[in-house]
């Protein structure tokens, strides 16, 4: 009794059960003891782990007295070890602010701080720059203290603590799991004990075989490691996370260094240090494998190692027309010409042949300095230097020393794009087009250009945000005489018709001057790159649209001279809410005719759209915002329109 009572009180998981019972009746019960909690996930993942290393234990029972020490000490060894966890709070209290709590179950500080000299490079900039690296040191980066799912390589080495399966069949046939033992070995039923740490992986079947075959012939040996040992590293210095990390037997430098959150704002990039047994026996450069893909100097870990991450080095901002902009850390001696090379190098639209260098430390004059590629491959950088690479292709030539590439079709004799040179005009083009065709509609010539559309949409933009402006103030000057509930009515609709306003493009159509009876296009137009020109055929309609009784488009009239208000009384006429002071004509040559400048009595002519608003309560701005924008849609006029008719 006594004999299976030790046996019993010597088993792993009990022998745990004490140690925490112990602890927590020694412990004083301290205001700071007091606030610490339990993760109850990682209490799970401890106490899941100790049940299997006390299966483990019960199905060696044959083992000899060695091994089953060796379990116990693999056991106390690979006890869950996280960043923060309830194992390591005696090391550092932090505040429950600085604390986040990951889906992995492990407590770890938010992601690093912008350093000075990021804040710095903000201030001056007007916006953002992150530090290179930066984006991988997130929360959803650090899972390397899950098991290992991946292949194991050939060229892994069998250690301790590691779950081999050997299965057979042949002559024998069953198939055992069993545990590497802190000796090195593992114990087959009829065999003995059989050392297999220090194995590659590729080599544990051969080795396996020929102790098998010291006892049996006949039979085929396959073999696999169920799963690989934890092993426990410290990671130091300036991380994110200093502490004790449980890794697996697989993980290297750059898997610890994220699992620790990566270096700090002050903790450097480009060196990371690994010490064993007292000794360095490494230094990993993250940029390494950041930029060059370069994992030769990333060792793998081993139990008990230390990685250290120094202070940073000198910082450099590298802005403008480069791959990557960012904050890059410098070693000692390297040159602006490697620091670029480090961003990737200039871009397609960069300026390969020099570069600015904005120097703060005092040892040269204030102000930018111009290097050439040459003199930025000798210049040294210095801390805090911001280096700039200019850009050519982005810069506006003139127009003297522009080729130009425009598209014409439509009534032309030959449509197509054309190559011309600077300075060529309208009617050269349309020369090289082959003429205007006899059903050209000239009054109706679409001239768009890429120039002017971008002058349009910084004016359409400029538009939008006075609209979100006065609608923003439009609870303090709205009518009074108006409820509350009709005011707030207003004001939403407003806001939906401004969310499609948003919406809408303006298309770079110029207004050319061109009469209604005109057989040729103004020539002397001196055309732009990307122009487009579209000459339409002579349309045969007048359209009249809104709040009429019958909205149509209607064949025009050869026996007699139609005016507006003549195609207004053949849609019907208007009905008894609509807006006849704000009736408007749009134009085949894209201009706006309103009624106060006499649109009713004007000569219809072909392509005309006449549109009748709805008349709203009131004649508040709000009304007739909301009357234009629903014109934008219904017409699909151009936004340049849009600006026309609020004029």
Request: proline fraction near 5%.
């Amino acid at each position: 009794m006594r004999v299976e009572f030790f046996k019993m009180f010597t088993t792993n998981a009990l022998r745990t059960r004490l140690a925490w019972i112990l602890a927590l009746a020694v412990m004083p019960l301290s205001p700071a003891n007091a606030q610490q909690t339990i993760d109850p996930r990682v209490a799970a993942a401890q106490q899941a782990q100790q049940s299997q290393q006390s299966q483990d234990g019960s199905s060696s029972g044959t083992a000899t007295g060695s091994s089953s020490q060796g379990d116990d000490s693999s056991s106390a060894d690979s006890t869950l070890i996280g960043p923060r966890t309830i194992a390591d709070t005696s090391r550092q209290t932090l505040s429950s602010d600085q604390l986040r709590q990951t889906d992995s179950g492990l407590l770890t500080k938010p992601p690093a701080e912008p350093g000075e000299f990021e804040k710095y490079i903000e201030r001056i900039l007007g916006r953002k720059l992150p530090r290179f690296g930066a984006d991988l040191l997130v929360p959803s980066n650090r899972d390397f203290a899950l098991p290992a799912t991946s292949t194991v390589p050939g060229s892994y080495v069998v250690r301790p603590g590691d779950t081999i399966v050997v299965s057979l069949s042949g002559s024998v046939d069953g198939s055992v799991r069993r545990t590497v033992d802190t000796n090195g070995k593992i114990y087959l039923e009829g065999i003995g004990a059989v050392r297999v740490a220090g194995v590659r992986h590729d080599d544990l079947r051969d080795v396996l075989a020929r102790a098998i075959g010291t006892q049996y012939r006949g039979f085929t040996v396959s073999v696999s490691v169920a799963s690989l040992r934890g092993i426990r590293v410290y990671v130091t210095g300036f991380a994110n996370n200093p502490g004790a990390f449980t890794v697996s037997s697989l993980s290297t430098m750059a898997n610890a260094v994220l699992q620790a959150g990566g270096p700090s704002s002050g903790g450097s990039f480009r060196s990371v240090k690994l010490y064993r047994s007292g000794r360095q026996v490494g230094d990993f450069d993250l940029y390494e494998l950041l930029r060059g893909g370069n994992r030769v100097n990333d060792l793998v870990l081993e139990n008990e190692d230390v990685l250290f991450i120094p202070p940073a080095g000198k910082q450099v901002a590298i802005i403008g027309s480069v791959q990557q902009e960012a904050i890059y850390e410098a070693l000692p001696g390297e040159s602006v010409e490697q620091m670029l090379a480090a961003a990737g190098g200039t871009n397609t639209l960069g300026d390969a042949s020099r570069v600015v260098l904005y120097r703060i430390d005092g040892s040269v004059d204030p102000g930018p300095r111009e290097l050439s590629r040459a003199e930025a491959a000798a210049t040294t950088v210095s801390t805090g230097d911001i280096i700039q690479a200019l850009s050519t292709g982005s810069l506006i030539q003139p127009l003297d020393k522009q080729s130009v590439l425009v598209r014409v079709e439509g009534e032309v004799g030959k449509p197509g794009i054309y190559y011309v040179p600077p300075n060529s005009t309208l009617d050269q083009i349309i020369a090289r087009a082959g003429g205007l065709t006899s059903g050209a509609f000239v009054y109706g010539t679409r001239l768009t250009r890429q120039s002017v559309k971008q002058q349009q949409q910084v004016s359409y933009r400029e538009a939008i945000q006075q609209l979100e402006l006065s609608l923003s103030a439009a609870p303090l000057t709205s009518d009074t005489t108006l409820s509350l509930a009709d005011r707030q009515a207003q004001i939403a609709g407003a806001r939906a018709v401004l969310e499609q306003l948003k919406k809408a493009e303006p298309d770079g159509r110029i207004v050319m001057p061109i009469g209604i009876a005109d057989a040729v296009l103004p020539g002397p137009v001196r055309m732009e790159n990307n122009d487009e020109l579209y000459i339409p055929a002579r349309p045969t309609t007048v359209g009249v649209f809104g709040a009429v009784y019958r909205p149509a488009s209607f064949l025009i009239s050869n026996s007699r001279d139609y005016r507006i208000k003549d195609y207004v009384d053949l849609a019907g006429g208007t009905i008894r809410a609509a807006d006849k002071g704000d009736i408007f004509v749009v134009r085949a040559n894209g201009e706006v005719l309103s009624r106060k400048r006499g649109a009713m009595n004007a000569p219809a002519n072909p392509g005309d759209v006449v549109f009748v608003p709805v008349r709203t309560q009131g004649s508040t701005f709000w009304s007739k915002f909301k009357d234009v924008v629903q014109t934008l849609f219904q017409l699909s006029l151009s936004a340049a329109t849009v600006i026309s008719v609020t004029k």
